[in-house]
Nanobody, 118 residues
Framework: QVQLVESGGGLVQPGGSLRLSCAASGSISNLPTVGWYRQAPGKQRDLVAEITSVGNINYVDSVKGRFTITRGNAKNTVYLQMNSLKPEDTAVYYC????????????WGQGTQVTVSS
């Protein structure tokens, strides 16, 4: 069974930076689409950024120019560099690995808290 483990969250002042990491244990079949999602209290979980299996990168408009998603050298790692953080970025951040073909899977991490506050 594959498990995703996030790290790197914490408390940061507005304008600061954090780097989130996500590592998958176990065997990942084929190159997945990897993504970061976030969920603020009382809100739904939304996509922040993703890299598709063919290399396309997508960001939600509110983080464009501030956040950067990258894969690690191994296909089982993904990072999210977050700069110029704002209080509205406060949320629990989750990583996701998914693929629909030839083998379907959809794995989630347990989440890491990011709090942006002075």
């Amino acid at each position: 069974q594959v498990q995703l483990v996030e790290s790197g969250g914490g408390l940061v002042q507005p304008g600061g930076s954090l780097r989130l990491s996500c590592a998958a244990s176990g065997s990942i079949s084929n190159l997945p689409t990897v993504g970061w999602y976030r969920q603020a209290p009382g809100k739904q979980r939304d996509l922040v950024a993703e890299i598709t299996s063919v290399g396309n990168i997508n960001y939600v408009d509110s983080v464009k120019g501030r956040f950067t998603i990258t894969r690690g050298n191994a296909k089982n790692t993904v990072y999210l560099q977050m700069n110029s953080l704002k209080p509205e970025d406060t949320a629990v951040y989750y990583c996701n690995f998914r693929r629909n073909w030839p083998l379907k899977y959809d794995y989630w991490g347990q989440g890491t808290q990011v709090t942006v506050s002075s």
